[in-house]
């Protein structure tokens, strides 16, 4: 059976891959991964962007964290979650690049499909962006979430 780890292990790695064909010079900050925030840059050199990814499952819309598809001896199990991309931009400058940069996330996902060894596969949905704004911290903020079915025999 491939639990989570797994899953969150080959989501992660598509999006490094796909996010990194995108926009090379944009540092992605993972869950639980020493980052550095870029630096606050003098007026000659602002602060350059960056995105935090970061994955949640559940709960199901039938109740739970997971609901039981089929019966018998190997029972399929569905989970569902989200991928989220938070893009930071430097706050005062331009709602079009944090934008663009948004767009380029969403697409890494957009209506992928992870197949893994002796388990269902990962489906990914359609994404959609919120506009958080300012953070109050210097940055701007827009939310890129994909919304994913992940499908477990167990």
Do not use: C, H
């Not at 899953?7 to 993972?30: C, D, H, N, Q, Y």
């Not at 550095?36 to 602002?46: D, H, R």
């Not at 979650?81 to 706050?91: D, L, N, P």
């Not at 506009?131 to 079915?149: K, S, Y």
């Amino acid at each position: 059976m491939i639990g989570v780890d797994d899953a969150r292990a080959a989501i992660e790695s598509l999006f490094k891959m796909g996010f990194a064909s995108a926009r090379p010079t944009v540092p992605i900050r993972f869950t639980n991964v020493e980052f550095q925030v870029p630096p606050v840059g003098g007026s000659e050199q602002p602060r350059q962007p960056w995105v935090a990814f970061d994955i949640s499952e559940g709960p199901d819309p039938e109740g739970g964290r997971s609901s039981q598809k089929t019966v018998g001896q190997v029972a399929l199990f569905a989970y569902i979650g989200e991928a989220r991309t938070s893009v930071f931009v430097a706050a005062k400058t331009d709602a079009v690049t944090a934008w663009a940069i948004a767009s380029d996330a969403a697409g890494v996902l957009r209506r992928q499909q992870i197949e893994l060894g002796g388990s269902g596969p990962i489906r990914f949905g359609d994404p959609y962006g919120l506009e958080l704004g300012p953070d109050g911290a210097g940055w701007f903020q827009v939310l890129v979430v994909t919304p994913f079915r992940r499908s477990v025999f167990n």
